[in-house]
Structures are given as C-alpha cells and as structure tokens.
C-alpha cells in the first residue's frame, strides 16, 4: 500500500482559500487515482473530488464543484486540493485516499482538519 500525509488545513474566515497537500510514500504514485474525503462531525464520509492517474480527468461533488481544484504532481508525489470560496459547511476533517486497480480506496491519509468560521 501507499503511505499518504496530509497537510495544509487550518482556520479560515467564510470566503477566504486554503491548500490542502497530501504526500505519497512507499509505492508508485502515478499508478493510484486519487480521492479527497471529508467527514463532519455527526455525519458519513463523503466523496469531494477524485483524479486519474495522468491527472486528466477529474470529478468533483456538487457541493464544491466551481471552488474545489484537484490536482496532482507526480514527480512529487503528491495531490492537492485547493479550496476557495469556502463556506461554514466545508468544516470537517479531510482526508486523501488512493484508489487501487481493484476501484477501491484502500490507502487513506490520518485527515486534516479544516474550520471555516461564518
């Protein structure tokens, strides 16, 4: 499996942007699409936005699509998620996950916490 590190979370006022990064270890990066999760308090995981392999297609929930960007380097090894226009219903802790072969995400990052403040 795929070791992976988030970071970038934070407290931010309504509207403002943050940069989520998510750091691979341990098996080739550029063989697993990538997802970010996001789970808040008293409420299931969902699925935010994912991205293929070569990075180009994406997929992004309704409810962020037009301010969320997924992207990916895999050079470094990493995949980010940058958030603008965020609202107080984007608090909750994010995590990244990597889809195998098999089209299920079988490596998942610790999470990062992101508060939005109204």
């Given at each position: ?14 509207g403002g942007s943050l940069r989520l990064s998510c ?39 309704d409810s962020v699509k037009g301010r969320f960007t ?49």
């Amino acid at each position: 499996q795929v070791q992976l590190v988030e970071s970038g979370g934070g407290l931010v006022q309504s509207g403002g942007s943050l940069r989520l990064s998510c750091a691979a270890s341990g098996r080739t990066f550029s063989n697993y699409a990538m997802g970010w999760f996001r789970q808040a308090p008293g409420k299931e995981r969902e699925l935010v936005a994912t991205i293929t392999r070569s990075g180009r297609d994406t997929y992004y929930a309704d409810s962020v699509k037009g301010r969320f960007t997924i992207s990916r380097n895999n050079a470094w090894n990493t995949v980010y998620l940058q958030m603008n226009s965020l609202k107080p219903e984007d608090t909750a802790v994010y995590y990244c996950a990597a889809r195998s072969a098999s089209g299920s995400f079988g490596s998942w990052g610790q999470g990062t916490q992101v508060t939005v403040s109204s």
